[in-house]
Structures are given as structure tokens and as C-alpha cells.
């Protein structure tokens, strides 16, 4: 037998397991018992009327929240022992448990923090580095029409797939719109009809002239007896000699000279860096093609031509104007010539 009030095996066994925070643990025999307490003077106590003890005797096992003796809110825990029958239940007061667990929150809390800290420092930087490309081709796009957007799509870093994707997709569309306004902005300065410039490609010419300071000939020219030819043909056949004359004046013509439809039958050529004396040839060869080719019209057509130079002129409308006034005496003089404005 043991002497549950002395100093035994079960209390050295079982004694280890009472806390400075309040828990202990207590063992009660089949007939409800304690036969081991924290409390020696309650060895030996019948406690079989507590709800725990009653559970852990009926062979149950568990955990339950009670009040004890004394008065303190516990978190009990019971298991019965199978070969003794008897029941052991360790309790502990609750606040000790939420004390733990308030500092497991707090430790825990702390430890995350820096990791927190730099998973949204990480987070903030793929962010910038994953929105710069799209920032830079969204702020391109503002400027979809500039010269330079091409270039500047070409500078952005897509080194994701996505953004290579939508950059490839970009440069496609400004290129694409780059070609439209181009032909569109040439269309206005051409004239429809034969291919060459009109007044507003002329206009574009001159300021090129005037920025590089480069002197010009400009060499005018009017188809000869132009009325009989859409009276007796028509106009289709007036309109084919004018694109005639144009392809002539192209074939006569160097790279760098710019060749104009002023309207009508009248036409206008500017050569850079020309005198009046390679005018005068070039205006030669022009009529001598003419006279040698068949027109539209199954003749040669013939045209006058007023040279002017303008390094002798203040301004191109000076030049143009004895240009024209040299024409005229073309045409008085009984046309097919060529006649040099007088300084």
C-alpha cells in the first residue's frame, strides 16, 4: 500500500509536474479520491462529484474549462489510466495559457515584421521595374504623331514578354502611321494629275533653298497653242499631254532639280546651283525631246521657256516674275524658244 501523505514514488513521480505559474497536477482513484495533490492535506479527499473527475472515471478523456476550489478559471486536461483504473487530470490557469499566447503572438509579430518589411520593399521595386516600360510606352503614345516616337519606343527596356509584345506592336503602329502621314503630307504637296510638285511643294523648296543660302535657276515653261489641243482632242487627250510634258521633264532633269505644276498648262522647274548658261542648255534639250517625241495627240507638241536666275533677283517672287516675263517674249517671238530674262 502507499502513504498517499508522505514523501513516496508517485509523489516523485508526479511531483515534477507542479509550476510556478499555477498548474498541478492531481490523480483520483476509482472511487473518486485524490490519491495525489499539490496540496498533501487534500490526499485522500472524495472529489467525485467534480465534473472532470466524474468524466475521466467513466473512462473518458479530454479537456474542459473549470473553476477550481479556490476559485481560479483553469483549462483542464484528463486521461483515464487503464491498468489502475484511475484518473489523472492536469490543470492550468487559463490566464497563464493567454499569457503565453499573447507573448507567442507578440514574438511571432516581431519576427514578421522584418520579413513583411522587406517582402513589401522587394514587392515596391519589381513593381517599379514591371511599370517603368509601360509608363515610358504610355507616355510615347501621348506623342504618337512625333518623328522621333519610333526612336523612342526603340529605347525602352521590355524585358518581359508582355512589354516586348506591346513594344513590337507599337513600333508596327507608329510606323504604319508614320507611312500614312508621310504619303499624306506628300499628296498635298503633289500634284495629282501629272506627279509633280504643286505650289505648296514649291513653297517647301524654296525655304530649303533659302536655309542652305543656295542660288537657283528658275526655268518656266507654257505648252504651246494648248487650247486647240483640248478643243480638237478633248481634255482626256489634254490631260494625257500634260502628263506627257511631265514625264519629259523628268527624263530631262537631274535628281536634285525640282520640277513644279503651276496650273494649267503652265510648268515650273528649279535647278540648284545652276547659271544661266546651263539653264539655257538644259531648256534647249527639254524642247529638242519635244520635238522628237510623238505626244498624246500622235504630233510633237512644242512649249516656251523664260529662264531666270536668282542671284540677280532680291526674292524668288522677283525671279519667278522675270522668269515669267521672259516666257512671254517666248511667245511673242513665235514660241518653241527659249528667251534669258534681261537683269
Not at 523648296?205 to 518656266?220: H, I, S
Request: proline share 3%; glycine share 8%; aromatic share 6%.
Amino acid at each position: 500500500s502507499l502513504f498517499l501523505r508522505e514523501r513516496n514514488a508517485l509523489h516523485g513521480l508526479l511531483g515534477v509536474h507542479y509550476y510556478r505559474d499555477g498548474s498541478y497536477l492531481y490523480v483520483v482513484d476509482t472511487q473518486g479520491r485524490l490519491i495525489f495533490h499539490e496540496d498533501g492535506k487534500r490526499v485522500g479527499q472524495n472529489v467525485s462529484s467534480n465534473a472532470v473527475v466524474r468524466q475521466v472515471l467513466s473512462g473518458q478523456e479530454g479537456s474542459q474549462r473549470v473553476i477550481n476550489t479556490l476559485g481560479v478559471d483553469m483549462l483542464a486536461g484528463f486521461a483515464p489510466m487503464q491498468s489502475t483504473g484511475w484518473g489523472i487530470i492536469a490543470q492550468r490557469p487559463t490566464a497563464a495559457i493567454t499569457a503565453k499566447l499573447e507573448q507567442l503572438a507578440r514574438t511571432t509579430l516581431l519576427n514578421a515584421v522584418p520579413f513583411t518589411l522587406i517582402s513589401l520593399a522587394v514587392f515596391w521595386w519589381l513593381s517599379i521595374l514591371i511599370s517603368r516600360p509601360i509608363r515610358a510606352l504610355a507616355d510615347t503614345a501621348e506623342h504618337w504623331g512625333a518623328p522621333e516616337a519610333a526612336s523612342r519606343i526603340s529605347m525602352v527596356n521590355s524585358w518581359y514578354f508582355e512589354v516586348s509584345r506591346l513594344k513590337v506592336a507599337m513600333l508596327a503602329g507608329v510606323s504604319l502611321l508614320q507611312q500614312k502621314m508621310g504619303a499624306l503630307e506628300a499628296a498635298s504637296m503633289t500634284d495629282p494629275l501629272t506627279g509633280l510638285r504643286n505650289r505648296r511643294g514649291l513653297e517647301l523648296a524654296l525655304k530649303q533653298f533659302d536655309l542652305l543660302d543656295q542660288r537657283y535657276a528658275a526655268v518656266t515653261l507654257d505648252i504651246d497653242h494648248f487650247k486647240q489641243v483640248n478643243d480638237q482632242h478633248g481634255h482626256d487627250v489634254g490631260d494625257a499631254v500634260l502628263r506627257f510634258l511631265a514625264e519629259i521633264m523628268k527624263e530631262c532633269s537631274r535628281p536634285t532639280d525640282v520640277l513644279c505644276r503651276m496650273g494649267g498648262e503652265e510648268f515650273l522647274m528649279l535647278l540648284p546651283e545652276t547659271d544661266a548658261a546651263g539653264a539655257s542648255i538644259a531648256a534647249e534639250r527639254l524642247l529638242a525631246r519635244l520635238r522628237q517625241t510623238a505626244s498624246p495627240t500622235g504630233a510633237p507638241v512644242t512649249a516656251s521657256i523664260g529662264i531666270a536666275c536668282s542671284d540677280r533677283y532680291a526674292s524668288s517672287d522677283a525671279t519667278f516674275k522675270a522668269a515669267d516675263e521672259a516666257l512671254y517674249q517666248a511667245k511673242r517671238a513665235g514660241r518653241d524658244r527659249v528667251v534669258l530674262a534681261s537683269a
